[in-house]
């Protein structure tokens, strides 16, 4: 059973450019949570979908991030006209059920905005 | 809303042990949670306290004492290896009761 992958580990963009962060939950689960973390602090939440559905978006800035978790495929969090402060590491967990007794991450996307 | 303090940096020396303090104030609480994240990799699950009272898992112990808002996690004959970022983290009572994560303490263990 393999865990959360999240690809790619490292992404390049330019300021202006689009970045698109995927992330597949492990197997069986439903709920996928997304945080960011810059360097030298902590992860804070970005957004919680389930399947089809944005449950929770209140750490997402309202304009030029959007994320979605279509009924197949991974969850992709959208960063669209990258700035240089958009440079963090992205983490994705996933849940089996909606009361998150333990998150499991997955290793992260490294976006760095040059 | 969710308010979560750690130190931010701590050091130890191999062998000893060392208590990495958090405290919280919430406007709901289903759980506190301890991971720990090396440098450049994921957060790992290390405990998870629902309860007051102590959980012991090997070298490490979490404590909770919900009426006073306060976690510690207890990190016993310290070895290199555990030089790491030590994340506290608090479960909400909100649609989907997401973790909410302090801003993590880096701890250092010196031989």
């Known amino acids: 059973n393999a865990g959360v992958m999240q690809n790619p580990r490292h992404l390049v963009r330019r300021r202006g450019q689009e970045a698109r962060l995927r992330c597949s939950p492990m197997?069986?689960?439903?709920?996928v949570y997304w945080y960011r973390q810059l360097p030298e602090e902590g992860l804070k939440f970005m957004v919680y979908?389930?399947?089809?559905?944005?449950?929770?978006e209140s750490g997402m800035p309202k304009e030029r991030f959007s994320a979605e978790f279509p009924k197949e495929g991974p969850s992709i969090l959208r960063i669209q006209q990258v700035v240089r402060g958009d440079s963090a590491a992205y983490f994705c967990?996933?849940?089996?059920?909606?009361?998150?007794?333990?998150?499991?991450f997955g290793q992260g996307t490294r976006l760095t905005v040059v | 809303g969710q308010n979560i303090d750690q130190p931010t940096e701590m050091t130890a020396t191999e062998g000893a042990i060392v208590q990495i303090n958090c405290t919280y104030q919430?406007?709901?609480?289903?759980?506190l949670f301890w991971y720990q994240q090396h440098a450049g990799e994921a957060p790992t699950f290390l405990s998870y306290?629902?309860?007051?009272g102590l959980e012991e898992k090997g070298r490490f112990s979490s404590f909770l004492s919900r009426s006073k808002g306060y976690s510690y996690l207890l990190l016993k004959e310290l070895q290199m290896k555990d030089s790491a970022s030590y994340l506290c983290?608090?479960?909400?009572?909100?649609?989907?009761?997401?973790?909410?994560f302090g801003g993590g303490t880096r701890l250092m263990v010196k031989p």
């Open positions: 967990a996933s849940s089996p059920l909606d009361i998150l007794t333990e998150a499991f």
């Open positions: 197997k069986g689960h439903s709920h």
């Open positions: 979908l389930q399947k089809e559905n944005i449950i929770d």
């Open positions: 919430t406007s709901g609480f289903n759980g």
């Open positions: 306290n629902v309860l007051d």
């Open positions: 983290a608090v479960r909400g009572s909100e649609a989907g009761n997401m973790l909410t």
